[in-house]
């Protein structure tokens, strides 16, 4: 359906053994720490991350740490940030990264993205991005006695709308021994954003450091607690451990916490679980068409074309491919990726003029086919919507985004029962596809099916808030 935004943030891997003769009290404890909060792809700054980057530092500091921080990292500058940190570790030493900023789930393994990453295609993200999996494992392979990662990444991002083969979240990490993974949200999730200049993940994480006599697993759970507690339960940290020994990130400190005092935290909030794919079947006949009376009228494409691309002009990533676009008006892949952001901006009739000639320079173009008709949904030209939807699963069968798309077409269209087909065709090749998701528990409330639609809008809500102002902002509701 739609080329969508999604944002990661939060990386720290933190460790301290507890032993007296250990490499705490040796003062072998390595940190670094990236807050990375210009993306020129990104509408605005993220708010976050360089705050809660020099907090995290500060305290970090204050508990031992060698820290080298780095705010607004391109590629180049996160790769020699990591190798310094890899240069610093020795046998048995405690290494914690925290990273603030963007990041993206591709192939099962979550990805921290530099502030430069020209991110197109799901390939592109393991070209640019930096895998925690492999991270984690460099800082293994160098003799780190204890990794720790926490991971405040569960943000929209600018690059989920240019494709959407991958799940929006983090995925769970394969790690060595010895480590402690936490993740701000569940897996698979995204969060809102607060708004705030500091998030609630860091603020709960650094109070709980700050209490003596914790075990550094035992600070996880209670920052997991917080953050749960605070959010209502709409945001659950997901935590995982493979840790053999003791630590405590005050160093110092050994005694664990008493059974009674353990016993009085509660159990952490799960995430709700999704029901399993739905069955997919042939698609159904085609449904005769809606009465007027059933289909919502179209909204109105209000963007005045000359006034949007003057105000988008300065945009970087626009200008830069009008820009050549003025060296080669025949470039189709200019074409098509400045049609993503003009997308992605709402600036739909410029988007599909884009698409329009892309397809011109390449008549089996999919993907441009999928997002022209997406674009040409969300602005109500149904019936065009739907040629180039058939037209995308023509050339790729069981293509899940023109699925979603199409889903998106039948329901806007008042075709509940093909819109059902479409989506749960799509859950079957992704079943976290929260478009879908979404889109099929309102097609079920309107064919009747109320306790099915509710259970689905639940869960789709529950992995990513924003989808009810996403899907109203499509004219749907």
Known sequence: ???????????IFAVTPIVPSGAADRGDRFALVIGNAKYPDAEAPLKEPINDARDVADELKRDGFNVDIGENLTGDGMRRAFDRLYGRIKPGSVALIFFSGFGVQSSRQSYMIPVDAQIWTEPDVRRDGFSLETVLGEINNRGAG?????????????FERRFRSFSAGLAPVIAPNGTLVMYSAALSSVVSDSGSDRSMFVQELLKEIRVPDLMAEETLNRTRVGVTRASRSEQVPWISSSLAE?????????ARPSGAAVATLPRPVD???????????????VEPAPRVEDVSPPPVDRNNDSTTQLALADDPTIKSLTAKLADNPDDQSALYRRGQVYASKGAYSLAIRDFDDSIRLNPKDVEAFNNRCWARTVIGDLQAALRDCNEALRLRPNFVDALDSRGLVNLKSGMTKNAISDFDAALRINPRLTSSLYGRGLAKRRNGQFSEGDLDITNAKAMDPNIVKEFSDYGVR
């Open 146 to 158: 204890v990794k720790i990662a926490l991971i405040d990444a569960s943000r929209r991002n600018p």
């Open 271 to 285: 995430p709700p679980q999704l029901p399993p794919p739905p069955r997919y079947d042939p698609p159904p006949r």
């Open 1 to 11: 359906m739609r080329i969508r935004l999604a944002l990661l943030a939060t990386l």
């Open 246 to 254: 003791d630590f405590s990130f005050i160093p110092g400190t050994g």
